[in-house]
């Protein structure tokens, strides 16, 4: 077969950046039903490329499939839905299909057979379908968010036992994203993960320098800023600016142990798919790519604030807004009648609001006294605003449900309108900072595409680039 032009350089950097640069213009999400019907218009258009098999099902009945596209050396599987409040990788899904099933050339050389579930908790994702039509409206985003308890969360309910910690509740989608990877046995595994606002940053299960100039053109080819404020976590090692060694939870539990505080609280859950993948030898990646960012994401500049001070202040503002979101929960407790994924999940995120806090309060003690840069300050007053607006969004959701259905007794329904007004508070200050700049859709899925891209080039034996 005859390569087409545009495959004939298919793995080297130019082509990355260039296939980066290609991805279609959006304005919303995909729902779930959206994104099945779409891939299986790509399936009846490319029978003899793209397999299907179903390898699970949700809790609430909902079938989970496992795509295979193309014939290769190597083994790639790729997940989107992991968390269901990250829907860019349903987009980025649907561009990587496409692509592969329309070039030919293109699929042939990247020597590959790709695996694809397109959304492993789709249960989830149909709970977040509020704000998918308006991905940029920041208060939609806040009013219908949802995240899952950490228990019911697909990414992070895999086996785990160390120390004090044992964790074996696999839920049906886990069993399922487990099974896909046991039948992928993958060389590249990639979860589909976005962040909420900030800036661009990657996670690597193992250093390979010769990737990371890459995964930084990307970002500043497509106008997405890297995220060089707080990590997620103080623990996880720094590769490069915005690139991070996943680490283990052993890792995680032991930095948290060492402060003195609670490494596995009442709420806490398992290990994550890339930890189950590693028995396999494979590379995992996660890109995380933001829906909103921020003219300080990038900005290293020395701010007159002392960093310590800056994670005193985010501390008690987090232990501050935990207290207040637990109060109202234990008002209610004996009253609700109506078990949700949004009662359960604002159970354990309320308390882990204030555990946030006491985390950077006793960072503080022991953080060298420097300046915080600009993006650190923005960083910390985003943990707190992410905090606040999640977990206060999903007890007011929560609550409003119970009224709604009838079953409220009066002492619920003063804390719904308590609840609704604290978070209407917390999101009238967040809208007022006005700091939250919508990121085109184009260029976020643009870059998650990319770094896969990116990570299978590194792969043993496809000869297609080491640096630059």
């Known amino acids: 077969m005859h390569e087409t032009p545009a495959a004939a350089?298919?793995?080297?950097?130019?082509?990355?950046?260039?296939?980066?640069?290609?991805?279609?213009?959006?304005?919303?999400?995909?729902?779930?039903?959206?994104?099945?019907?779409?891939?299986?218009?790509?399936?009846?258009?490319?029978?003899?490329?793209?397999?299907?098999?179903?390898?699970?099902?949700?809790r609430l009945g909902e079938p989970i499939s496992f795509y295979s596209i193309g014939e290769g050396a190597r083994s790639a599987l790729v997940v989107g839905g992991v968390h269901p409040n990250e829907p860019i990788g349903s987009l980025t899904i649907l561009h990587l299909v496409e692509q592969l099933t329309s070039d030919a050339g293109f699929r042939e050389q990247l020597d590959?057979?790709?695996?694809?579930?397109?959304?492993?908790?789709?249960?989830?994702?149909?709970?977040?379908?509020?704000?998918?039509?308006?991905?940029?409206?920041?208060?939609?985003?806040?009013?219908?968010?949802?995240?899952?308890?950490?228990?019911?969360?697909?990414?992070?309910?895999?086996?785990?036992?160390?120390?004090?910690?044992?964790?074996d509740a696999m839920m049906p989608e886990t069993q399922a994203l487990a099974r896909a990877i046991d039948i992928a046995r993958p060389h590249l595994y990639v979860p589909l993960h976005n962040s909420e606002g900030g800036g661009a940053y990657f996670y690597l299960s193992r250093p390979l320098p010769a990737l990371y100039p890459l995964l930084h053109a990307l970002p500043a080819a497509l106008g997405v800023p890297l995220h060089t404020g707080e990590a997620e976590g103080a623990h996880f090692t720094v590769?490069?600016?915005?690139?991070?060694?996943?680490?283990?939870?052993?890792?995680?539990?032991?930095?948290?142990?060492?402060?003195?505080?609670?490494?596995?609280?009442?709420?806490?859950?398992?290990?994550?798919?890339?930890?189950?993948?590693?028995?396999?030898?494979?590379?995992?990646?996660?890109?995380?790519?933001?829906?909103?960012?921020?003219?300080?994401?990038?900005?290293?500049?020395?701010?007159?604030?002392r960093y310590p001070d800056a994670l005193r202040e985010s501390g008690e503002r987090l232990q501050a807004a935990g207290t207040a979101l637990t109060s109202l929960i234990a008002r209610v407790e004996p009253h609700l009648r109506l078990d949700t994924p949004l009662l359960r999940a604002a159970r354990?995120?309320?308390?882990?609001?204030?555990?946030?806090?006491?985390?950077?309060?006793?960072?503080?003690?022991?953080?060298?006294?420097?300046?915080?840069?600009?993006?650190?300050?923005?960083?910390l007053s985003g943990v707190v605003r992410l905090h606040r607006l999640r977990w206060g969004g999903m007890l007011a959701r929560a609550l409003r449900a119970e009224v709604d259905a009838g079953t409220a007794a009066p002492e619920v329904r003063r804390v719904a309108v308590e609840a609704q007004e604290l978070f209407d508070g917390w999101l009238a200050e967040a809208l007022q900072a006005g700091t939250s700049i919508p990121l085109p859709l184009s260029?976020?899925?643009?870059?998650?595409?990319?770094?896969?891209?990116?990570?299978?080039?590194?792969?043993?034996?496809?000869?297609?680039?080491?640096?630059?």
């Not at 915005?242 to 060492?258: H, K, P, R, S, V």
Request: charged content about 25%; hydrophobic content about 40%; some cysteine.
């Open 112 to 167: 590959t057979t790709w695996h694809i579930v397109p959304c492993a908790d789709p249960d989830g994702m149909r709970l977040n379908e509020g704000w998918f039509a308006e991905p940029a409206d920041r208060e939609r985003y806040a009013r219908e968010f949802f995240r899952p308890a950490p228990d019911e969360q697909v990414e992070w309910t895999f086996p785990f036992s160390y120390k004090k910690a044992y964790f």
């Open 443 to 468: 260029a976020v899925v643009g870059v998650q595409y990319g770094a896969i891209l990116a990570a299978h080039a590194q792969l043993e034996g496809t000869g297609r680039w080491v640096s630059d």
């Open 239 to 305: 590769l490069a600016p915005a690139i991070y060694e996943m680490g283990t939870l052993q890792d995680a539990y032991d930095w948290t142990e060492a402060y003195g505080l609670d490494p596995y609280p009442p709420g806490s859950a398992g290990d994550a798919s890339t930890s189950y993948a590693q028995k396999y030898g494979t590379l995992s990646l996660i890109a995380e790519l933001p829906q909103f960012s921020d003219p300080f994401a990038d900005d290293t500049t020395e701010t007159a604030t």
């Open 9 to 58: 350089t298919a793995g080297t950097v130019e082509d990355i950046l260039r296939r980066a640069g290609g991805a279609p213009d959006h304005t919303a999400f995909p729902t779930v039903d959206e994104l099945n019907r779409q891939l299986e218009e790509l399936r009846s258009i490319h029978p003899d490329v793209i397999r299907v098999q179903r390898i699970g099902t949700s």
């Open 348 to 379: 354990v995120f309320a308390p882990a609001a204030g555990a946030a806090g006491s985390e950077h309060l006793a960072r503080a003690d022991q953080e060298a006294d420097r300046p915080a840069t600009a993006s650190e300050l923005e960083a």
